[in-house]
């Protein structure tokens, strides 16, 4: 049972799932809008306990300045915000921007985590909220080297009031700030993050659940989708080749190889886990600025059937990325909320639905893991 | 417990469906080729007691002629069969030639029934077989107006003796002398066949479990695993259009609006029972005598997400008919070979995994039928 | 030369290519947008003399009441405008509607002429004109039974007069009225319109040009472009599939069998012009409304090469129709008035680079057409 | 006028492209195929003198052993040779097999060529032939960095003759040995071949005739006949995203990026000179192994249209690369005996049709190539 006002401390505030999450929410609360790619209010999780829409309050951190309503308007243009919708949540968008806190990632690794955590707690306080679930949504990381701190925690704790070393990435830096804060955490995005064992020994050493990671949005879905297909009819996947089109800054930033590497990383272990090891699977995240925020992927599938026959299966997935991502982001606020509330720890592998390269659990397949959360939700009431 | 030698009866034995499973039950047997396709051959199904490969005897009707090797050789040409494979099953193509039976339907339907009854039951005598399943894999008929007789066995059974009257199409005479003759029947076309309530009447009289029907091999296929993912996503379907291209004889066939309406309607049956009625389904089946064996159906499905924001989906499926329906054929056989031997009767709902219009039961979504498959064959051991 | 200011007439012009035509041609006059879709801003075209933006009148006919500027907010959901520029139009949209004329097909069709021909001639007198081209961008029409009179303009002229008859559709009376007022006209839909014999021998007799017919915008233009390709190779098409996907009035119209077949004969003509006519050539065109301006065709061709080899093309088009044609329309005025200030007459077969069923020419290739317009552009200079 | 029998000497006599040339050549003179794809057998060339079918002699290079039947074989499986075809052409192959041999690009560089060189010169001697022509359809070869005697015939005489140096890939040896041996050369591969300055100097001074190069077979193909439209009609293309998956020999050369770099760049290339240089064009190659001789390409063009819309284009591209390459292997080679025959020398910028990277020309729009190419073969006549 969610027992209060919930707050939503998104890392990465001023990015475009983040504005489209707060538009959406303000959207949602007004009556504007029907609840339309949100999970939490399909039929089969009706009787969870969740946080209603009017009791979820927003801030978050962002490395970034801009008033959310710039982002805003340029999502109208890009077809993620209906113009008329725009208009009517202006208002909500300043409010939240007063919620939106610099992040400053530089210094003593140890003083950083004091002070987003003296910021998200801040929040909780000015806002008499009873929990404060922190979300991930900045942009990707390159993947870090592993580090001997990076399991133990009394190590990485040392390691961190260290002066001259750096042993987390941003993203980690913000997972331990949040449990430091007494929050459960959401990785949303491929980086770090929380996935260290380190941080998981900190979350059920302070009896907070945690969700992810990368959320789960357009031709993963399709592949934790189909791949179990092939598996049950005994057709054998030869080959699943993968390009993903993209613009806007998720574009610009995975043009960068090194932060593309964690993205198709956590692409590949879903089909690997899915299918076994010997398919081949080139795959490729290609920056195509004049696309926006529509991403394209196309995926080819070839695969052996009876007697050795040669089939294929194309995929063109056209989406947009950010309309996809924000309902799922708002749906993880309120079931790790009550999942707080509910007392668990540690990693929720029952969330994996929403995630593809899912922390607390080895299953990909799709059905199996609509199943999961369906039960898991049930059992939180 | 499949307890001795099982008999395959083919409805349509000359046919590519059947002359490719035939020469795939061949090269089986003969160690010669993996049993990709074989959802029977899964681990899932593992400990279930099927009839073996070298257990299946095949014989059949057809109302053609001409001899299965002449089949496979086209089969070969059109990429379905393996060369170097059709020269190790010419010898058991010529043995199974000598168990197909010309059918002939007509004269008094009753006679008609016995008759075909006749050649089944001496099928099964001379091969000294436990049991013979009956599969229709002939060519789709056009759909019949409904008639009283067909809601009630007695009714049934005096117009089938008046020899002014043709109450039952061809399937629906063949699935009647299947029950005749004490066998299982499977409908594996869209065909009325054994879906009238007089037949599944007379099948329960008799203790007789069946299948069907209309066998799920491609475009619905993928609509049965992908409409629920956007139901679990919360995603609103909009429209849902296809296009079937396919050459062969099945394109001859449904090139006839009459023969097609079956297929469609089957289809369609489908999509709306998986996203409900409004949703816009266009869908045609074209013959292109060019593409042979190969079967392409393209998809294009338009959603909306989070705040109206429309995406696609679009897919291109590139098969071999005969291919995927082939092993699905042997697969049935042995599964409802083990239910009649586990004392089953009547429409075998658990079997929907098969089918694109599932007798006895109304769940179309494929990970849910395959959950309920492999329970229920769990359940013959 | 082109001599003083041109009026553009558009019979159906509350329609969505009206709108979007006349909505661009106030932006291009305004100079907020590059002239992007427009041939006649090519280098190729560089020294033609044609009417400038700001030279050209709009005023038109439709039988449907509705301000533009409704319209013209519908076409800005769909995509079709820009939100920011629909700001700017409004005044003029709202200058064009005051010339505008309800059009009524009823009564006498001699009568009905005079009635058109009246408001045409008006326009041009009220607004000082050098000339006005009439361009049919209204629906689709049903085709048309053959009659005597179609090919005789004598005989058409005394059963226009005669009150118990009917036999021009509207389009054809649009355009009888065109030339009646000494007008051009430009068939920018399939419908009958000016491509009746008589029709022809009226434009000759005045002197007067006129070309078509329907616009040439997506799949046949993609058409016309690679099925040379395929013949420059000695590649053998053996089957060109289509399905067009479409929402909006004009998938409202082509819903209706009647009308769709106007379209689906202008389609297949072009592809048997290019290819021969022992292409398999299904074609589908499907009303999909929650695609709204948005038209998807899927085309699959099947060919073959060297020794037989079976290969494949499949396309996608995904266009907004009004936007497509528009500028065309926009071009046609242009180039049309250029060629009755030049004094040409009949069909002008070098227009047949904008029309899927080019009169006055059986050209269908693409690059010959684009040659033919260049070459006979210059040559009006 | 070709003066008697013409010899076609192919570097890589034993790779795919080579054996597919040679069986459909066999099969050609035996009237057992009709010339699908050969483009010199258009009524459009129907007046050019040029070799008949059973006046052309096949010898090769190649550094790899194996006989062509062996190829032959798993080209018949891979369905680029239909089976029956196989039975007829094995007694012609093992005769050319007998004029293979064996090359060695080893020691000091002029003495390659001058052994290269002798090959070719015993050959046409030993056969009576008028020419050979030499045509290159090895493995792609890495660039190689540019050397000032690559642009001075007498610097790379001298370093040739200079035993510690290798100036010269062997494609370019190959080159040198062809004009070397007073034989026209036709680059069908992106390798640097015989386009050098210093190269293009020697074929000058021998008077003799050269093409290339990059056989034009698919993906740039289409871009060529599509990239013009969208220039015609005013249509802006923002990006042109290409993926390629391919298996056989091919796929594993240019799975190494140095190998994929040639070919990579002379798809670029053309891209560019067709639409300028503002594209985005991201663009892969995939070694996808199951995939066999199937290449499958997709690409996807954006494009904006009139007042800025967003518009897109899919192509998916399935074909047989040696069966679209071999055919234009016997064109090329009888077009460049006759240009041979006719006196011309130099790069044969009108050959431009057939390549993906003309030498001798900057026109890459495929239908002027096309005209360009009709005129030209009627000016040898």
Request: aromatic share 4%; proline share 6%; with cysteine.
């Amino acid at each position: 049972m969610v027992d209060g006002p919930t707050g939503l401390w998104l890392v990465g505030a001023r990015g475009s799932v983040a504005t489209t999450a707060v538009s959406g929410l303000l959207a949602l609360r007004a009556g504007l809008v029907e609840a339309v790619g949100c999970v939490t209010e399909r039929p089969e999780l009706a009787g969870v306990a969740l946080p209603a829409w009017s009791d979820l309050a927003v801030g978050g951190h962002d490395v970034a300045q801009g008033p959310l309503e710039k982002r805003a308007e340029l999502l109208a243009e890009g077809g993620v915000l209906p113009h008329h919708l725009l208009e009517c949540v202006r208002a909500g968008l300043r409010e939240v921007d007063g919620e939106i806190r610099t992040a400053d990632y530089g210094g003593v690794q140890a003083d950083v985590v004091r002070r987003l955590a003296a910021d998200i707690t801040a929040f909780r306080e000015r806002r008499g909220l009873a929990r404060v679930v922190v979300v991930d949504v900045s942009s990707t990381e390159p993947p870090v080297p592993p580090l001997p701190e990076h399991a133990d925690l009394a190590a990485l704790e040392r390691a961190l009031a260290d002066p001259d070393r750096r042993v987390l990435p941003p993203s980690s830096l913000a997972a331990c700030a949040a449990l430091t804060a007494g929050c459960p955490f959401v990785a949303f995005t491929p980086s770090t993050g929380i996935a260290l064992p380190a941080l998981d020994e900190l979350a059920r050493r302070e009896g907070l659940p945690y969700a992810g990671r990368d959320g789960k949005t357009g031709e993963t879905l399709l592949r934790a989708v189909l791949a179990p297909m092939f598996t049950a009819r005994a057709l054998r996947v030869r080959s699943w080749a993968g390009t993903n089109l993209l613009g806007g800054g998720d574009g610009a930033t995975l043009e960068d190889p090194a932060h593309a590497e964690s993205k198709l990383k956590s692409k590949a272990n879903g089909l690997a886990a899915l299918l076994g090891g010997d398919v081949t699977a080139p795959l490729h995240i290609d920056n195509v600025p004049d696309l926006g925020e529509t991403k394209t992927a196309w995926d080819h599938v070839s695969f052996e059937g009876f007697l050795g026959a040669r089939m294929s299966l194309q995929l063109t997935w056209t989406g947009l990325d950010s309309a996809l991502a924000a309902p799922l982001v708002l749906d993880l606020t309120r079931l790790v909320a009550a999942a707080h509330a509910a007392g668990e720890s540690g990693a929720l592998g029952a969330l994996a639905f929403f995630f593809k390269d899912p922390l607390g659990t080895d299953e990909h397949r799709f059905a199996e893991q609509t199943r999961e959360l369906h039960a898991w939700a049930r059992g939180l009431a």
